[in-house]
């Protein structure tokens, strides 16, 4: 398969302009003989100011992805499940299978380096956390086992997937109510209008914005994923996914383990802005004659059996900036809700 243009260029969100270079360190507890897997945390604000190169956002990302974080960190959750909600029952939160389960992103994105694939012993069993926090089987029935994928042209497919959701919402505007086909980029998808508003859909849901992460499709941007996968599999807030609580500021402990601000909005910027310039993997084309004419032949077939209608040969990229963050990006969740872990039971 032909691929779509493969370098990205990136650019940071300008929001803010105040730039307190003031970096984040967390400390051990007392006694506890260990040091943080992360000495500085990066804030947003420094990011945005445009104080740091990207070069320093792309060495902190990377330090973040292979860190493997420990209690001073913040590593484990104490208070949430798998899925980022608050543990309603004090039972052990480290499980193999539901996770925590790993100390770092690179534990498992590591072939042939970090922010690639993994071993078969990194898999993932997707869904186990619906029956979080003791799961007792495996059963497919239950969870999902799935293989570590690499990130390699994560950004591109972000980004395929805004300008797609851009071109879909902007087609809605104006259609009489009905069921309408909408087409990007070769992809078609039925929608059904009823007073201006899109009530039903199909490949896509009806707010129309492409998620192109996860096997199932189900999530948004990098960022999302990251800030998922964090708390998921280490145990790590970020503080913009869960603490962002209008009562306590940027200050809340979510996972109720004692260390506040787990991961800044700046190292999520970095993480994610680390992941998405991944190179894109490429087609290998042979030196040898008879594989060239093999693989010709093999392109045609996978067109004539219509592999073509789902898999389409090239996506190509109206602009090849990305700008960080996606402006889909769900809201942030208010941890509203406080833990009835420690609830006195009658
Ligand atoms: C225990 C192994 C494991 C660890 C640890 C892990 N991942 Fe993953 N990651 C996976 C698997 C498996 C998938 C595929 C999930 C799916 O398709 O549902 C995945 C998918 C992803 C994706 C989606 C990529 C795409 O193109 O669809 C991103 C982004 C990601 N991981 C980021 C991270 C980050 C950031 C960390 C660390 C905070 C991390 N992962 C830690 C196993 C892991
Ligand atoms: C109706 C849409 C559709 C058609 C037609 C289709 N595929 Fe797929 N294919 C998919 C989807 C969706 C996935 C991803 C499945 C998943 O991740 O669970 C996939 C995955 C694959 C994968 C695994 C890729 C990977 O990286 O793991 C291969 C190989 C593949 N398809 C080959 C083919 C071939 C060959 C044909 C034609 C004979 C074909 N597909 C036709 C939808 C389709």
Redesign the pocket.
Known sequence: MRKAKSRLVLAALLTMCAAPLTALAHECPPGFPDEPAISKHMEQLDIASGALSFDAIGDHGKAL?VARFNVCDGQGRPATTSGGDKRAVDEPAKLRTS?P??D??A???AQPRAGGA?DFV???F?LAQTLDPTTFSVAPELSDE????G?NG?GP?EMLAREMTVDLQSQVAGLPDGNHTLTTKGVAFDVMISDGQVVASRGVNTDLIIR?????GVVIS?RE??DN??NH??GIQAEERFDLNPAKGFDADYDEDGVHRELTVGDVTA?TVW?APLGVPRRVISKDNDERQMARRGERVFDDVGCTSCHKPELLLESRLLVEPNPFNPPPRVATRTSVRNTPTI
Do not use: E, K, Y
């Not at 799935?146 to 994928?149: A, I």
């Not at 192109?212 to 199932?216: D, L, T, V, Y």
């Open positions: 992805f996770a389960d790993s770092a992103c534990g498992c994105h993994g990194a898999n993932v997707v799935r293989n570590t994928l990130m994560s497919i192109p992460f996860h096997q199932a990098l994923f990251t996968a964090f599999h280490h993480v992941q």
